[in-house]
């Protein structure tokens, strides 16, 4: 007796099955397609011309070196022949490969001849480079510098309107006062100088900020490279650079043109610390410059009556000084135009004398009633100044000297004192004076 198999292969009945019918039928389909494909499309070539290199030189010998391209190779334009079965090469663009070349022998300043050879740029493969057209580019290589130039501003045809002064003008952002220039050595080393340029050519009531552009000069001060707003540059000829192979931090920059007005105004003297009795116009004084220019914005021009000193402190004058250096206080927006960095004032202490004595008599004030205080018994030395006759007849008993403890707790102090008279109301002390404290 023959076994029975467990199952009999039947081609007729697999083909009777829909689904399998279908899907053998696509696949047959495209294995005809793709025999098809091959036999009809046979290894051809494609030309691909006005192609441009991309040429870099990052992570080599010339790069460490601090050498970089100067060469326009951008304008350099290859034809580029490609090899492989028609429906792989149909497909290609330009897109789909670079050009570079070898710059691995680099290691010099000059200009290199270059191999050129493509690779891949996409997910697209089957195809071989069979030319390209040049083989070789000429490309120059130079150290690549940086200088930091500061920059002059200038504006042309500027004029104020009457009453009024032009300044010099100003970059307005502190941070473009300084230029920084990058590129090949060879024309780093002509830049001398970096300026700014805009025609105004007209009157100006007020201050007033302009776009202007950058200049680049040569040690003789002529025009090296513009800016234009545009973008272009342009050489001491007018003519268009293509590219100079410069970066610049940036092209362009605001230049403020202050206009200003002047004013000859009154110097005033002003004292701290005087006497009760006395004020400023009881003092004679002289000041080595009565009047003094300003300059500044108009509006606050048109409000100065006077230009202030700063004050003089009456507890350093005494008959043995009486001359002062002191500055002006101005207002903000207003300066000199005369260089002055200061004023001498003279007073006259011909009417006054100078006196000294040991105070005995020192009053604590504002002190916690909670607290006590000890302190020095007395002040040795302390030098009196007021009119020659009041000065012939005080004694230490017509002064006393207090010193203020509002702000102090428990603990030891060394503390400033006042010198004072219920007496006299136009003496003062000279110089300061300060006594040792015990709070408990």
């Not at 003519?239 to 007005?261: A, D, E, G, M, R």
Request: net charge negative.
């Amino acid at each position: 007796m023959k076994a029975k198999l467990p199952f009999k292969f039947n081609i007729g009945r697999l083909f009777a099955n829909k689904k399998f019918a279908i899907v053998f039928s696509l696949i047959l389909s495209f294995a005809i397609w793709l025999s098809v494909m091959i036999n009809q499309n046979p290894i051809r070539e494609q030309v691909f011309t006005d192609v441009t290199a991309n040429i870099s030189i990052d992570n080599t010998a010339a790069s460490d070196m601090g050498l970089g391209i100067v060469s326009d190779i951008s304008s350099v334009k290859f034809t580029v022949t490609v090899s492989g079965p028609n429906y792989i090469v149909s497909s290609l663009s330009s897109d789909d490969f670079i050009l570079s070349a070898d710059v691995s022998e680099v290691n010099s300043v000059g200009v290199h001849t270059l191999s050129v050879y493509g690779n891949r740029n996409s997910s697209k493969t089957g195809y071989t480079f069979k030319s390209i057209s040049p083989a070789t580019i000429d490309v120059k290589f130079d150290y690549i510098d940086s200088k930091d130039l500061t920059l002059v501003p200038k504006l042309i045809g500027v004029s104020a309107e009457d009453g009024l002064v032009a300044e010099t003008p100003v970059v307005s952002n502190n941070d473009q006062s300084v230029l920084t220039v990058k590129g090949p050595r060879s024309t780093i080393e002509k830049i001398a100088s970096a300026g700014t340029y805009f025609e105004v050519n007209k009157t100006l009531s007020s201050t007033q900020t302009f776009d202007s552009q950058i200049v680049l000069y040569d040690e003789n001060g002529d025009v090296l490279y513009q800016y234009l707003p545009d973008g272009s540059v342009i050489d001491g000829s007018k003519n268009t650079v293509q590219n100079n192979y410069l970066s610049l931090s940036f092209t362009s920059v605001k230049v403020t043109q202050p206009i200003s007005k002047k004013a000859t105004l009154p110097v005033k003297v002003v004292f701290n610390n005087l006497p009760a009795s006395m004020s400023a116009s009881d003092i004679y004084c002289t000041v080595d410059h009565r009047t003094v220019t300003v300059i500044g914005t108009p509006d606050v021009i048109a409000e100065l009556q006077e230009v202030t000193l700063s004050p003089i402190d009456f507890n350093e004058v005494s008959t043995t000084s009486n001359k002062f250096e002191v500055s002006a206080s101005l207002k903000d927006g207003v300066r000199l135009f005369d260089s002055i960095d200061f004023f001498t004032v003279t007073i006259d202490t011909s009417e006054f004398a100078d006196k000294s004595l040991a105070i005995n008599n020192i009053k604590c004030t504002g002190l916690d009633s909670a607290l006590t205080v000890k302190s020095d018994s007395a002040i040795k030395n302390v030098k009196i100044c007021g009119p020659k006759k009041v000065i012939s007849e005080i004694t230490a008993a017509d002064l006393y000297a207090v010193a203020d403890l509002s702000d102090k707790s428990a603990g030891s102090y060394t503390v400033s004192v006042t010198i004072k008279s219920d007496k006299y109301n136009d003496i003062w002390q000279v110089g300061s004076y300060s006594i040792a404290v015990n709070i408990s």
